[in-house]
C-alpha cells in the first residue's frame, strides 16, 4: 500500500480548508471574529500552518506570485514552502479569472492547461518555481500556490 507523502497531505489539507471557509464566509456573510478565530485554529491546528480569514497573506507567501487587487477573505498556509490557498474578491467586476491570468502571464507564468465549465473555469500556470491553479467562480478568485516539481 503506498501512502501519500506528508507535503502533498498537508497540500490537499490546506486547499480543503481555504475552500471549506470560502464556502462557509460566501454562504453566512461576514462570520464574526469568535467563528473566524475558531476556524483559523482549527486549519492552522490541522495543518501546522498559518490561516487568515482577515485580509492578510501568510508572512511567508510567494511574492513573484502576483494576486489582483481585492479583498482577501482566506488565506492559508501549510507551513513553510509547502503551498498556499488565497481567496481574493477583486475590486472591480471585470473577469476576474482573465485578469488574475494576466497578472500571472506578465510575472512570467504561462499556462500549463486549463478547464472550464459553466459560470466559472480552473487554470494552472507555472513559472518553474511555483505552480498556481486559479479557479473562479462568480465574483471570486481562489489561487492554489505549490511548489513546481
Same mark, same amino acid.
Given at each position: 500500500? +503506498?501512502?501519500?507523502?506528508?507535503?502533498s497531505?498537508?497540500?490537499?489539507a490546506? $486547499?480543503i480548508?481555504?475552500?471549506t471557509?470560502?464556502l462557509?464566509t *460566501?454562504?453566512?456573510?461576514?462570520p464574526g471574529?469568535?467563528v473566524?478565530q475558531?476556524v =483559523?485554529?482549527?486549519?492552522?491546528?490541522?495543518?501546522? *500552518?498559518?490561516v +487568515?480569514l &482577515?485580509?492578510? #497573506?501568510? $508572512?511567508d507567501?510567494?511574492?513573484s506570485v502576483?494576486?489582483?487587487e481585492?479583498?482577501?477573505?482566506v488565506?492559508?498556509?501549510?507551513?513553510? $514552502?509547502e *503551498?498556499?490557498v %488565497? %481567496? %481574493?474578491?477583486?475590486?472591480?467586476?471585470g473577469?476576474? %479569472?482573465?485578469?488574475?491570468?494576466?497578472e #500571472?502571464e506578465?510575472?512570467g507564468?504561462? =499556462? &500549463?492547461?486549463?478547464?472550464?465549465? &459553466? *459560470?466559472g473555469?480552473?487554470?494552472?500556470?507555472?513559472d518553474? =518555481?511555483?505552480?498556481? #491553479?486559479?479557479?473562479?467562480?462568480g +465574483?471570486a478568485v481562489?489561487y492554489?500556490?505549490?511548489?513546481?516539481?
Amino acid at each position: 500500500m +503506498s501512502t501519500m507523502p506528508t507535503t502533498s497531505r498537508a497540500a490537499i489539507a490546506v $486547499a480543503i480548508a481555504g475552500i471549506t471557509a470560502s464556502l462557509l464566509t *460566501g454562504c453566512f456573510g461576514n462570520p464574526g471574529d469568535l467563528v473566524n478565530q475558531g476556524v =483559523e485554529d482549527a486549519i492552522e491546528s490541522a495543518t501546522g *500552518g498559518e490561516v +487568515s480569514l &482577515d485580509g492578510d #497573506l501568510p $508572512a511567508d507567501f510567494p511574492t513573484s506570485v502576483p494576486l489582483i487587487e481585492g479583498d482577501i477573505s482566506v488565506a492559508a498556509g501549510a507551513g513553510g $514552502a509547502e *503551498g498556499w490557498v %488565497v %481567496v %481574493v474578491t477583486p475590486s472591480d467586476s471585470g473577469d476576474p %479569472v482573465a485578469d488574475a491570468a494576466a497578472e #500571472l502571464e506578465a510575472a512570467g507564468f504561462t =499556462e &500549463d492547461r486549463s478547464i472550464s465549465g &459553466d *459560470g466559472g473555469g480552473a487554470a494552472f500556470y507555472t513559472d518553474g =518555481e511555483w505552480t498556481v #491553479l486559479l479557479i473562479g467562480q462568480g +465574483s471570486a478568485v481562489s489561487y492554489t500556490v505549490a511548489p513546481a516539481r
